[in-house]
């Protein structure tokens, strides 16, 4: 199952994953991107198998909803990759009233991970790889009570911090999540997964003509960071690692970054989420 499967690094993800004969579930926002990549696996590989579900990873209500939908249709997963991502330039404030890129890239895959834990534990060899960032280091520190909620108006300059704390929210739940779990049943793992020339700034003026250059000048290519992505979902060298956070280099081993390495700030994320989680989507 991938997020963000229809550009960038999900689209080259799912491509890859099905040549490998995987059976493929999408998460995705647009019904007519999904449907070109259908048209677009079909290319790669004869009798594809891969199935379509719709929802707005901008609000937790979806998460939930498309989690509970998923579950409901498999009896077991086997990988579940969080991709979908989103570098907003300026604050924009959902209809449950929480920053949207805070929910895209923690709360949202943190939601969509809970509902799909279930599948994920009778595969017995579950694998869930997230999708972080070295702009994670770019955050100047972390204090999980007031940032998940925090509306407040920021600047194209002042973005790249905000987006960097989301990415480090997504190493720590990573970690956190892996000591919450039996390795021996479901992994967790976190990725860099380098620069890449992808949609998740197009929100920038001018990004469609920087991106245009970078691809001629081979800067970029987002098939690097779809690598480490496959490999960790894949690669039976990862078959009983849990909790690392590893670089596109190589697959490197990285340290969480400082400001949110510590247990207990880990810890603490993951209640604050939760607690979250329960003031808007009150359970039934």
């Given at each position: 199952m991938i997020t963000g499967a229809t550009s960038g690094l999900g689209r080259i993800t799912?491509?890859?994953?099905?040549?490998?004969g995987y059976r493929l579930g999408v998460v995705a926002?647009?019904?007519?991107?999904?449907?070109?990549?259908?048209?677009?696996?079909?290319?790669?590989?004869?009798?594809?198998?891969?199935?379509?579900?719709?929802?707005?990873?901008?609000?937790?209500?979806?998460?939930?909803?498309?989690?509970?939908?998923?579950?409901a249709r498999y009896g077991r997963l086997?990988?579940?990759?969080?991709?979908?991502?989103?570098?907003?330039?300026?604050?924009?404030?959902?209809?449950?009233?929480?920053?949207?890129?805070?929910?895209?890239?923690h709360l949202a895959p943190f939601t969509l991970t809970q509902e799909l834990t279930g599948a994920l534990l009778a595969s017995g060899a579950g694998r869930i790889v997230n999708v972080a960032s070295e702009a994670a280091r770019q955050a100047d520190g972390i204090t999980p009570a007031t940032d998940l909620?925090?509306?407040?108006?920021?600047?194209?300059r002042e973005s790249m911090a905000r987006y960097g704390r989301t990415?480090?929210?997504?190493?720590?739940?990573t970690q956190e999540l892996a000591r919450r779990l039996d390795p021996g049943l479901v992994t967790v793992n976190c990725c860099d997964p380098g620069f890449n020339v992808t949609?998740?700034?197009r929100d920038l003026p001018g990004s469609a003509v920087l991106e245009r250059v970078l691809k001629l000048l081979r800067v970029g290519d987002p098939r690097k960071g779809a690598g480490i992505i496959v490999r960790l979902a894949t690669d039976p060298a990862f078959a009983r690692t849990s909790g690392g956070y590893f670089s596109v280099?190589?697959?490197?081993?990285?340290?969480?970054?400082?400001?949110?390495?510590?247990?207990?700030?880990?810890?603490e994320l993951?209640?604050?989420?939760?607690?979250?989680?329960?003031d808007i989507l009150p359970l039934p």
């Open positions: 799912a491509l890859d994953l099905a040549r490998r926002r647009s019904e007519a991107k999904a449907a070109a990549l259908l048209e677009d696996l079909k290319q790669v590989t004869d009798g594809v198998r891969a199935d379509v579900f719709l929802a707005d990873l901008a609000l937790l209500a979806e998460a939930r909803r498309v989690g509970r939908e998923i579950a086997d990988v579940l990759v969080n991709n979908a991502g989103l570098h907003a330039f300026s604050q924009r404030v959902t209809a449950e009233s929480l920053a949207e890129m805070t929910v895209v890239n909620r925090d509306t407040a108006p920021y600047t194209r990415k480090l929210m997504t190493i720590m739940w949609g998740l700034g280099r190589d697959a490197a081993p990285l340290p969480c970054p400082e400001a949110g390495r510590d247990e207990q700030i880990q810890r993951w209640t604050q989420s939760s607690s979250l989680l329960h």
